[in-house]
């Protein structure tokens, strides 16, 4: 192999590197491997111009299942077999789709060895497809997009030179259209409504949603473009580790699946979901449905005592509050008699050994190596089955399986002795199969196609890989994907739980929570959190988010599906001395003011009505736009303007009433600066107003937090208001949703009895409620 002091002389001179290119490539370890190996191959042999950068292209597309086909494909590129960059791709392609024979004729095929497309063929291809896009052309000029065109003449002919190509169109084009006028070259513009001259742009995906323009991003729309390896091709992705059974078990795959997608979401049973698992959900369900696929809801029920029943029914309910219905629902524990068999089989082929040191002896990063890690098979054996029989204590003896993590973990624990039932199995089982063990194989049992995962679980990939290979069985691919993190909050399951005992908090779905449950009992649509999770996209980088990011996709669909109620929060009395009407009156008013099409719900307008008590300030100021002694307001629907005579207050001096006179809109001399909310014979009702539960973006941090996350909440974040309302919202019903004007968006709590209706508040609006 060529030494690496000499590499960056040999990547000038043999493949016609620049030297910083060189330089630059010595800084990537594998691709340096591979070109060790190439420049081997190829050495006192003189390439053909244009072979180097061949070469180059190739080792840095080439993947490491197809190491040993690369003596093969360089002898193809450097007897110009393989003269492009797409016969080179096509060579890898099909190296990796045969990764123990490649079959000359058929390989050479496949890559176009030997084709030639003469330029009259390009002519003529290009003149076929030319005539369907005339019109356009002609239309369009030099501000045709030919990328299409170019794609079907591509397509027709595969292995046609594509500057060839390029310049065949060019000439085309040019005869047809001429040369290019001054028209054809001045850049697109668009007019604004101001009349300025703009270049056209895009407003924004959420902007145009909260206009109701386009419809949201989905997460399917996401999911269609995500790059993942197609069902059975495995060995195509990266780090794929491929074994000499690898190609038979693929195909066992494939007839049990018929190429379909098939994914899998895994929670444990010992805690409600939270925001972070909406995006796990969305991305599991959604890619599968994306693809045609379908997903299973597995529950990872091997630590039965951290588990119970409410668990299991909660993660059901979430799951499909989101709107997906799993394929199949499974547990881990289906499983346990299959993965005690595999066991057994790591044990006898030397894999794994029963171990006695202590967890603590165990934890950390450079533990001592397990002094019975070579004890005899025989004894392992013997001790495995005395653990599942339960004749070893907890604590006394874990199965220990022989592979270092990417992490530097060493030999991971496979099980652990446990007395305690399970919900399942009962008594059945003393010994419980760990995380590490048990999540490859049983995404191997249910033949998942794409084992997606957050980044965290990126050091664990090589214990999955080793696991499925060492027991001969079918490997799925494990794709990480970044982590939803929120600010203001805690999502772990012991840190909630400690809110609740401290009865800072009343239960998991308490809506200053950030679990799932707790989020649609404050109002949050379903539909809204998906489209946040599409927004966020599916990348490596782990994302923190502010809680306000959320809300704003939960304001914009509200404002689009939430129906308009007045509702006075805090209310102070008025009575109209010149009411017009006999009688109070009904006042048809829109659900939805923009759409009036929606329809809309009757308020009754008296004598008395109740207006929020920060609508009245008795002496006001320049900034001030609502009811004062000397300033008059609009009522909203009801077509008239308030005017104060008299100013009722209690013994402390507090204001309890206002006395007000009553004019036409229309025949005021002055119209009034504000228009505000009110209602008139009432249903009582009592509304939750919530706020921020942690003063620190993260009450996690000790730099931050010193004092731990429980000094860090904050104090009277629930209020808790006797409040009047439209009596249209007598008929409604737990979950529904409403916008209270000018107040913010509010959902039936399910604490609502039949003499008694709670609201929580969702989110406020975007407009200050003030004006």
Known sequence: MVQSDDLTKSLVATLGLSEQKAKETLKNVPLTQTLSSILHEIREVVLPEGTGVLLYHFATKTKPQIAHHLPLIVKYIVTKKLDTTLRVEKAIEYALSHIK?????????????????????IENVVEQYLKEYKNELVEKRYKFNAGPLMQKVRGKLPWADGKAVKNEVDVQIFDLLGPKTEEDLAPAAKTDKKGKTTKATKPPVKEQVANGDVPALTILDVMKKVSFHLPGQNYKTDGYVVTENTERLLKEHLKVTGGKVQTRFPPEPNGILHIGHAKAININFGYAAANNGVCYLR???????????????????????????????????????????????????????????SADEMKGFNPQPSPWRDRPIKESLQLFQDMKNGKIDEGMATLRMKITLEEGKLDPVAYRVRFTPHHRTGDKWCIYPTYDYTHCLCDSIENITHSLCTKEFQSRRSSYYWLCNA?????????????????????????????????????????????????????????????????????????????????????????????????????????????????????????????????SHSVTFGPKIYIEKSDFLEDGNKNYRRLTKTQAVGLRHAGYVLSVTEIKKDSSGDVIGVVCTCTEVDKVATKPKAFIHWVSEPVEIEVRLYSTLFKHKNPEDPSEVPGGFLSDCNTDTLNVLKSKADKSLRVAKVFDKFQFERNGFFSVDPDTTEGKLIFNQTVGLKEDAGK
């Not at 951290?306 to 394929?327: A, H, Q, S, T």
């Not at 599916?538 to 509702?567: F, H, I």
């Open 101 to 121: 024979n490649i079959n000359p004729p058929e390989f050479e095929q496949f890559c176009g060895v030997g084709v030639v497309v003469t330029p009259e063929e």
């Open 471 to 599: 027991l001969k069985v079918y490997c799925p691919v494990q794709w990480e994907y970044g982590r939803l993190n929120f600010n203001y909050t805690v999502v772990s399951k012991r840190k909630i739980g400690k809110l609740i005992d401290e009865k800072i908090v009343k239960d998991w779905d308490d809506p200053r929570l950030f679990t799932l449950t707790a989020l649609r009992r404050r109002g949050f649509p379903a539909e809204a959190i998906n489209n946040f999770c599409a927004q966020l996209g599916v990348t490596g980088a782990q994302s923190t988010v502010d809680p306000s990011m959320l809300e704003a996709y939960v304001r914009d669909y509200l404002n689009n599906t939430a129906p308009r109620r007045m509702v006075v929060l805090e209310p102070l009395e008025i009575t109209i001395t010149n009411f017009p009407f006999d009688k109070p009156v009904e006042i048809p008013v829109p659900n939805f003011p923009n759409k009036p099409e929606l329809g």
């Open 299 to 357: 529950y990872d029920d091997t630590n039965p005592e951290k588990e119970e029943e409410k668990f299991f029914v909660g993660i059901k309910d979430m799951v499909e509050w989101l709107g997906y219905k799993p394929y199949k629902i499974t547990h881990s524990s289906d499983y346990f008699d299959q993965l005690y068999e595999w066991a057994v089989e790591l044990i006898k082929a030397g894999l794994a050994y029963v171990c006695h040191q």
